[in-house]
Each structure stands twice: as structure tokens, then as C-alpha cells.
T-cell receptor, first 112, second 114 residues
Framework: NAGVTQTPKFRVLKTGQSMTLLCAQD?????MYWYRQDPGMGLRLIHY???????AKGEVPDGYNVSRLKKQNFLLGLESAAPSQTSVYFC???????????FGNGTRLTVT | AQTVTQSQPEMSVQEAETVTLSCTYD???????LFWYKQPPSRQMILVIR??????QNATENRFSVNFQKAAKSFSLKISDSQLGDTAMYFC???????????FGGGTRVLVKP
């Protein structure tokens, strides 16, 4: 059972570089989310999607863009990476908005 | 905006003993959901327990139970008969239809000692 799969697991970027994180879920969930985790701050919502073709901003959307062209995939893009974006990024999905989230294993991103 | 506060950054407990993690939240909503997630060193986020605010009965899941005090806006997690595999970060989280997103506390690191 794959569940939620994130790629890559680790990445190092230089300031100003761009990259895309891929999240794929095989549970036919409508809702998908991108969170970042920083020490002492728990997880903060970056962007989310309530269905194919839709996206919405979360708590900390600046510097990130997302796309949900297919129901099973949710992409997170960084157009011009900054050191403040060094973090662990988690993708999650759920059946409904109040259902428990299923999480991927996270991506550790370091921006130097 | 809803906020979730976990006031204990770290806790340690002897194997087989009980530990209680505190969580308080701030909301004006009456209908909402509360969750505890566990994050072991593997980094995987695992749902431990879920509580619906309209239910007075405290949720339990094997050795994990909650003490939900709606008036006090408190949602503590009790881990009974602690096991080495319980060593992890624990996050309290809040969801309401008004906010339409899951808000996490800062986490409590639990270390179970043999």
C-alpha cells in the first residue's frame, strides 16, 4: 500500500534556484495539502487543494506555488529558493476536510 | 484564528509508566475536531487519536486516551504503560469548518527510558 508518496526525500538548493516537489496519493482522496515543519513550530499549512484543478492558500504561502492538474498529484514549486525555506516539507491527503490526514514521509530541503 | 498550544517541549517517562501531554486551544467555534499525531524518528506522521467536540465521551485507542475538557479548551493525551516505541514527537491538532484547515501545536518530544 503506497498511500502518499513524496519525491525527492532530500534536496539541497542554492539561493535563487528553483525546484518542484511531487506528491502522489493512490487513495482517491479529494483533499491534498502541503505543510512545512520547523523546530518548535509544528506544521504550518502552505497551500491546499479541495479537488482536481483547485488550489488555495494556507498560513504561509509566500514564495511557493502549487498545482493540482490530476486528482492524485499535488505539486509544490519554489521559483527562487531562499534560506528561510530550509525546512521539512510534508504532503498529506484526506477524504474530507475533517477526516484524518494521511501523510507522506517528508522531504528535507536545505537552501544554502 | 485558531491557535493550539503545547506547553511542554519535552517529557521523559520510564518504560511501563504513564505520561500525560497537555494541549490547549483557542476557538470561538462550537463544532470542531481534535487530533493527536505521533512523529517517530522515522519522520512519518501517524494519527494516534481523534475526538469530535460534540462527543462528551473521551476517545481511547488502546494505551492512548484523551481528557477532553471543552469548557476549558483542553485536550490532553495520556499514554499508559509506556513502551520504548512510544518515543516520538507528539502533535496536537485542531480542525473546524470555519477555519477549514488543520492547525498544529508546536509539539512535545517524549522520551521513554528503559
Amino acid at each position: 500500500n503506497a498511500g502518499v508518496t513524496q519525491t525527492p526525500k532530500f534536496r539541497v538548493l542554492k539561493t535563487g534556484q528553483s525546484m518542484t516537489l511531487l506528491c502522489a496519493q493512490d487513495m482517491n482522496h479529494e483533499y491534498m495539502y502541503w505543510y512545512r515543519q520547523d523546530p518548535g513550530m509544528g506544521l504550518r499549512l502552505i497551500h491546499y487543494s479541495v479537488g482536481e484543478g483547485t488550489t488555495a492558500k494556507g498560513e504561509v504561502p509566500d514564495g511557493y506555488n502549487v498545482s493540482r492538474l490530476k486528482k492524485q498529484n499535488f505539486l509544490l514549486g519554489l521559483e527562487s529558493a531562499a534560506p528561510s525555506q530550509t525546512s521539512v516539507y510534508f504532503c498529506a491527503s484526506s477524504w474530507e476536510d475533517n477526516s484524518p490526514l494521511h501523510f507522506g514521509n517528508g522531504t528535507r530541503l536545505t537552501v544554502t | 484564528a485558531q491557535t493550539v498550544t503545547q506547553s511542554q517541549p519535552e517529557m521523559s517517562v520510564q518504560e511501563a509508566e504513564t505520561v500525560t501531554l497537555s494541549c490547549t486551544y483557542d476557538t470561538s467555534e462550537n463544532n470542531y475536531y481534535l487530533f493527536w499525531y505521533k512523529q517517530p524518528p522515522s519522520r512519518q506522521m501517524i494519527l494516534v487519536i481523534r475526538q469530535e467536540a460534540y462527543k462528551q465521551q473521551n476517545a481511547t485507542e488502546n494505551r492512548f486516551s484523551v481528557n477532553f475538557q471543552k469548557a476549558a479548551k483542553s485536550f490532553s493525551l495520556k499514554i499508559s504503560d509506556s513502551q520504548l516505541g512510544d518515543t516520538a514527537m507528539y502533535f496536537c491538532a485542531f480542525w473546524s469548518a470555519a477555519g477549514n484547515k488543520l492547525t498544529f501545536g508546536g509539539g512535545t518530544r517524549v522520551l521513554v527510558k528503559p
